[in-house]
């Protein structure tokens, strides 16, 4: 353990935001494999709603800066053209 106040925070804050980012990219991933079972299932109009969801939650952590911004893309546009060959 650190004997630094300022390095202790550090150690807190780091902990908090490693946390915080876990829960989203669990969230999103989540989101992702619903989608993919919906696919697998060839169910188009389950897919076509978990699509928009996972969009929605795929966004929401680029926006919190868990993912790179174009990461969000790839992730987005893979998921829409495999929704979109079921279709």
Do not use: F
Request: aromatic share 2%; charged share 30%; no cysteine.
């Amino acid at each position: 353990m650190a004997n630094i106040k300022s390095a202790k925070k550090r150690i807190l804050v780091n902990e908090t935001k490693a946390a915080r980012n876990k829960a989203i990219k669990s969230r999103v991933k989540t989101a992702v494999k619903k989608v993919e079972t919906a696919i697998e299932q060839k169910d188009a109009e389950t897919a076509k709603t978990a699509l928009k969801a996972a969009i929605v939650e795929i966004s929401k952590a680029g926006t919190k800066g868990v993912y790179h911004k174009n990461t969000v893309s790839r992730k987005i546009s893979r998921l829409t053209k495999a929704v979109n060959g079921i279709a």
